[in-house]
């Protein structure tokens, strides 16, 4: 089975542009999730979708958003970029929560975003 | 609200020497909680986890962990460290309780000197 994939790998950016970034989940998962990684603030979530609906959402301002397609790939998208939204950009895929399993979550390698 | 705590930002241990990475959990009920790892440059990979049953829970590479309840702990160790095992390790909870907000603890960073 394929892994999650995402895409692109690496991105650089300049401030005030704004960035899309994809995520295709391991088939049959229907969740996704996203995730930013920082040096000094860890692995912080954004937000999950399900079904094409978000499901959960983090703390993080309306920069931030997203959206899931029927096929359950998914895109982030940050607008008006800052200099602290340089990161690592986490995707997983889990099934559907299931008793028993828990929420176990399957992670893509990562988009880097870089931004000057 | 579940959530985890990892002792140790950095860990550093010598290549054969015991490894041994702390988690603590705070939790009402019995959780889920899982290990992952992180190798430079990658996402991140489940270790090993945990959910009902035994609880000492083996995973790859050769690390295990055991959930303790009367400790509210889920410490990661290994026998043996080898250079390969140099990564940044996270605990997670895996338990959902009405909406869930994963909330991953802090990583701890895993150096292995030769």
């Known amino acids: 089975k394929a892994g999650v994939t995402q895409t692109p790998r690496y991105l650089i950016k300049t401030r005030g542009q704004q960035v899309t970034l994809s995520c295709s989940p391991i088939s049959g998962h229907r969740s996704v999730s996203w995730y930013q990684q920082t040096p000094g603030q860890g692995l912080q979530f954004l937000f999950e979708y399900f079904s094409e609906t978000q499901r959960n959402k983090g703390n993080f301002p309306g920069r931030f958003s997203g959206r899931q397609f029927s096929n359950s790939r998914s895109e982030m998208n940050v607008s008006t970029l800052e200099l602290g939204d340089s990161a690592l950009y986490l995707c997983?895929?889990?099934?559907?929560?299931?008793?028993?399993?828990?929420?176990?979550?399957?992670f893509g390698p990562g988009t880097r975003l870089t931004v000057t | 609200a579940q959530s985890v705590t990892q002792l140790g930002s950095h860990v550093s241990v010598s290549e054969g020497a015991l490894v041994l990475l702390r988690c603590n959990y705070s939790s009402s009920v019995p959780p889920y909680l899982f290990w992952y790892v992180q190798y430079p440059n990658q996402g991140l990979q489940l270790l090993l986890k945990?959910?009902?049953?035994?609880?000492l829970v083996k995973g790859i590479n050769g690390f295990e962990a055991e959930f303790k309840k009367s400790e509210t702990s889920f410490h990661l160790t290994k026998p043996s460290a080898h250079m390969s095992d140099a990564a940044e390790y996270f605990c997670?909870?895996?338990?959902?309780?009405?909406?869930?907000?994963?909330?991953f603890g802090r990583g701890t960073s895993l150096i292995v000197h030769p």
């Open positions: 997670a909870p895996g338990s959902r309780r009405g909406s869930y907000i994963p909330t």
């Open positions: 997983a895929s889990s099934r559907q929560y299931q008793q028993g399993i828990g929420y176990e979550q399957y």
């Open positions: 945990y959910t009902t049953g035994a609880t």
